[in-house]
C-alpha cells in the first residue's frame, strides 16, 4: 500500500482556515485531520470538516456535466460530455454578449475562500467579458464598513494571544459553532482566570458557557456600545493618554455619549440597567488594572438595520480604555486586511471593455431577488439574461427566498450552476459543471480569524470529470476565444501571484516554499495599535471620522432602530410579534455540509426555538409543528420549547436546504431584502414574524 499525507487548508467560510493533514492511500483519501504542528489549528478539526471524507466521496456527488431535463427547480437533469456543455455555455454568452455584456452576472462568494479557486481566474474571465460585476455584500460589508471607519482596516487582536486576556467580550456571535479554534483560546483564558461575557440575544452553546450573558434585543448592539462608552466616560474608566495621543474626536464623542444614559440604553437593549452597570465596571476596570481587556466582534451583530454603526461603536470602545496596548488587549472583527492580497493581480480589472455606451454595472448579491425579476431600463440597465454561479448557493441562501427562486425559474434565463452537489441553486440550472473539492485542487488561503497563509496540495485526482473552476474559466476562455497570456495561467502561477511578497508582512511569501510547509505566518506586530498607527486617514483611531460625513453618515457613533422591532414597527408588529434570528447550526456551515447525512441526522430537522411565555400564549408544546410566517412567506418547524431565546425572539438555526426540508422552505422564505446602514448587506436578523400551532388536517 502506498501511503502518504498532504498538506491541505480548510476552504471553508470560517474565520478559522485550518491547517489539514489529509492521509492518502494508493490514491484515496481516508482520513483528514488538523495539523498538531499549526499553532492556530492545534491538531483539532471542527466535527463538520473531520467529516470531509464523506463529503468528498459523496454518493450525490456531480461527477459529470449535465443539462436540465425537467421544468427549473424540478432536479431532472441528464449528462452531456464536457464538449456539449461548454458549447452551450460559450455560445449562449456569445449570443447574449453581443447584445450587452451587462446582461450576464457572475454569482459568487465564499463556497471556497481561496485565492484560486475563489475569484481569480473566474473574474479575469468575467472582466475580459463585460458583464456586470457583483457587490459581494452578503456576510460581511456591514460591520467590515463600520469597523474601517473607526480602526482603519479589518485587522486586530491576534486570535491566538485571546488566551492572555483577563476579559473576553464575545460579540455577536457563537464560536463554538462557527469560530472554534478562537473559542478554545477563550476557555484557556477562562481557566487561568478570564472572565467571558457573551453578548447574543439568543443563549447559544457559547453564551450558556461564559460566566455573563447579556441577551440584548436583536439590533441593539449599537446602543449597548453608546451606554458602555457614556459609563466609561462617566466614571473615568479612561486611559487618558491613549485617547491624547492616538485619537481624534474625544471631546464631540464625549457630547454624543452623554445622551446614552445607562436608563435609556436598557431601555433601548431591553436589558436590566445592572447589566449595562456591570459590563461597564467589568471592561473599565479590567483595563484600568492595566490587564489585557478584549472583544471579539463577531458578524451576527451586524446583519441588521444598524450594523454597521454597531461595529463602529463598538470600536471605539479599546481606545478609550487603553485596550490596545496589550498583545492580548483590543479587539477583532476580521484579520482579512492584515494580508497583502494582490486582487487585482488574480482578478485583472483591467480586461474590462471600456465603452461610454455602456458604462460598467453591479448588481448587488443580497437583492438577487428583486434583481433577477426587473426589467430592463435607464436606470437597471439591460434585464439579466445569464447567471452563472459558482461558490454559492443564493437560491437557498439569499434574502427573500421567494423572489430569488422565483426570478432564477424565469424561462427567459441562462443559468450555469458550477457545483459540487445538486443544491437547490443547482436545480434551477439550464447546464450544471461539476467541480472539485478541496481535496482535489490547489490552493492557497489566507483567513479572516488569524494571520496565517495555508498552502492547499491537491492530495487526491479529481473525481468522476470533476474539474477546478480555474479549469473550468479556462476552458471557457479559450472557447468564447480570449487568448490574453493571463488565461493560460497554472493553479501553481496562480498560487504564486496571490500576495504581495515585496510587502513588509509578507516578505517571505514563497508559493513553492509554503506548499511544502504547509503555512507561514505574517509579519505582524504582537500589539498592532499599541502605539496608534491606525490605518485610518488621521492616522487615529476616529471617533469622529470625516470619511463617514463625506458619505452621508453620522460621523459620530449613533444608534440606528431595526427596519422591524415591536419598538422601531409597532404597526407591523401587531401582526408579527415576535424577532427572528437564523444564526448557523453548528453541524452546517451556511448551506455546506446539510446534504452529509450523519451531519444533517445529528440536526435532525428545522426547529424553531421559541421562549415558554410566547409559546404557551400560543398554546404551543414542545415538539409541535408550528408555521412561521409573516408578509413574505412562511415556513413550517419543530417548535422547541426553552428560555435559551429571550422572551420575544424565535431563532430558525440555519441554513437548511429547502429541499431536504419536510415544507421545501428555509428561513430566508422569511427574510428581507432591505439593506444596512453601510455596506449594501442584507438584514438577516432584522425580521418580524407570527408563529401559530399547526393543527393537524
Ligand atoms: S470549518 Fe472552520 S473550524 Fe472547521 S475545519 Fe474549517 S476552518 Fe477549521
Not at 445622551?259 to 483595563?287: F, K, N, S
Request: hydrophobic share 40%; proline share 7%; charged share 20%.
Amino acid at each position: 500500500m502506498n501511503t502518504r499525507v498532504v498538506r491541505a487548508a480548510c476552504p471553508h467560510d470560517c474565520p478559522d482556515t485550518c491547517a489539514m493533514l489529509v492521509t492518502v492511500t494508493d490514491g484515496r483519501a481516508t482520513e483528514v485531520r488538523g495539523d498538531p504542528d499549526h499553532p492556530n489549528t492545534a491538531g483539532v478539526l471542527c466535527t463538520k470538516v473531520s467529516r470531509y471524507v464523506e463529503r468528498t466521496y459523496h454518493p450525490e456527488r456531480l461527477l459529470y456535466p449535465m443539462k436540465r431535463i425537467g421544468r427549473k427547480g424540478e432536479g431532472k437533469f441528464a449528462q452531456i460530455s464536457w464538449d456539449e456543455a461548454l458549447t452551450t455555455v460559450a455560445s449562449r454568452l456569445h449570443e447574449i454578449a453581443a447584445r450587452d455584456a451587462r446582461a450576464i452576472l457572475p454569482y459568487s462568494y465564499a463556497g471556497t475562500m481561496g485565492a484560486v479557486q475563489g475569484e481569480s481566474m473566474a473574474m479575469r474571465f468575467f472582466n475580459r467579458l463585460g458583464a456586470s460585476l457583483l457587490d459581494r455584500t452578503i456576510c460581511s460589508t456591514a460591520g467590515g464598513t463600520g469597523y474601517k471607519y473607526t480602526v482603519g482596516a479589518k485587522m486586530g487582536t491576534d486570535t491566538e494571544q485571546y488566551e492572555h486576556a483577563k476579559l473576553i467580550v464575545i460579540w455577536g456571535g457563537n464560536p463554538i459553532a462557527s469560530n472554534l479554534h478562537f473559542w478554545m483560546k477563550a476557555q484557556e483564558a477562562k481557566r487561568q482566570g478570564a472572565i467571558l461575557v457573551a453578548i447574543d440575544p439568543y443563549r447559544s452553546l457559547t453564551a450558556a458557557k461564559c460566566q455573563h450573558h447579556i441577551a440584548l434585543l436583536p439590533g441593539t448592539d449599537a446602543a449597548l456600545a453608546l451606554g458602555l462608552m457614556h459609563l466609561l466616560v462617566r466614571d473615568d474608566l479612561l486611559d487618558h493618554d491613549y485617547i491624547a495621543r492616538y485619537t481624534v474626536g474625544f471631546e464631540q464623542l464625549k457630547a454624543r455619549v452623554a445622551e446614552w444614559t445607562p436608563q435609556r440604553t436598557a431601555d433601548t437593549c431591553g436589558i436590566p440597567v445592572e447589566q449595562v452597570d456591570m459590563l461597564a465596571r467589568l471592561y473599565g476596570e479590567t483595563a484600568m488594572r492595566g490587564e489585557p481587556a478584549a472583544i471579539r466582534l463577531s458578524y451576527g451583530l451586524q446583519r441588521v438595520r444598524g450594523g454597521g454603526m454597531a461595529a463602529r461603536n463598538i470600536a471605539c470602545l479599546p481606545a478609550l480604555v487603553g485596550a490596545w496596548r496589550h498583545p492580548a488587549g483590543g479587539a477583532l472583527l476580521s484579520s482579512g486586511e492584515s494580508y497583502p492580497k494582490l486582487s487585482a493581480q488574480m482578478e485583472r480589472p483591467d480586461l474590462q471593455p471600456s465603452d461610454p455606451a455602456r458604462p460598467s454595472r453591479t448588481i448587488n448579491m443580497s437583492t438577487i431577488g428583486d434583481d433577477l425579476l426587473k426589467p430592463a431600463s435607464a436606470d437597471f440597465g439591460p434585464r439579466v439574461e445569464a447567471v452563472v454561479v459558482y461558490n454559492a448557493n443564493p437560491v437557498a441562501v439569499a434574502p427573500e427566498s421567494a423572489k430569488v427562486a422565483a426570478g432564477f425559474a424565469r424561462d427567459d434565463l441562462f443559468t450555469v450552476v458550477l457545483e459540487q452537489f445538486q443544491t437547490d441553486t443547482a436545480d434551477y440550472a439550464d447546464i450544471v459543471l461539476p467541480a472539485t473539492t478541496q481535496l482535489e485542487h490547489t490552493d492557497v488561503h489566507a483567513s479572516y480569524g488569524h494571520q496565517y497563509i495555508i498552502a492547499n496540495n491537491p492530495a487526491i485526482a479529481p473525481l468522476g470529470e470533476a474539474k477546478p473552476n480555474t479549469e473550468i474559466f479556462r476552458l471557457l476562455a479559450a472557447r468564447m476565444g480570449f487568448d490574453d497570456p493571463c488565461f493560460f495561467d497554472t493553479d501553481d502561477k496562480l498560487a504564486a501571484q496571490a500576495f504581495d511578497a515585496n510587502h513588509p508582512r509578507a516578505r517571505r511569501y514563497d508559493w513553492n516554499r509554503v506548499r511544502q510547509d504547509g503555512w507561514m505566518k505574517l509579519d505582524m506586530p504582537a500589539a498592532p495599535f499599541a502605539q496608534g498607527g491606525f490605518p485610518t486617514p488621521s492616522g487615529k483611531c476616529e471617533f469622529y471620522s470625516e470619511q463617514m460625513l463625506h458619505a452621508g453618515l453620522d460621523p459620530l457613533p449613533a444608534y440606528t432602530p431595526p427596519y422591524e422591532s415591536v419598538a422601531s414597527a409597532p404597526e407591523l408588529a401587531k401582526d408579527y410579534p415576535l424577532a427572528m434570528i437564523s444564526p448557523p447550526q453548528r453541524n452546517f456551515l451556511n448551506t455546506t455540509f446539510v446534504n452529509v447525512q450523519s451531519l444533517r441526522a445529528t440536526e435532525g430537522e428545522p426547529h424553531l426555538d421559541i421562549h415558554p411565555d410566547d409559546a404557551a400564549a400560543r398554546g404551543i408544546a414542545d415538539g409541535d409543528l408550528v408555521r412561521v410566517f409573516n408578509r413574505r412567506g412562511e415556513l413550517l418547524a419543530k417548535a422547541r420549547v426553552s428560555d435559551a431565546p429571550r422572551r420575544g425572539l424565535v431563532v430558525a438555526l440555519s441554513i437548511w436546504w429547502k429541499k431536504l426540508a419536510s415544507d421545501g422552505r428555509n428561513a430566508n422564505e422569511l427574510t428581507s431584502q432591505r439593506l444596512t446602514d453601510m455596506g449594501r448587506a442584507p438584514t438577516f436578523y432584522d425580521v418580524l414574524v407570527q408563529v401559530e400551532k399547526l393543527q393537524p388536517s
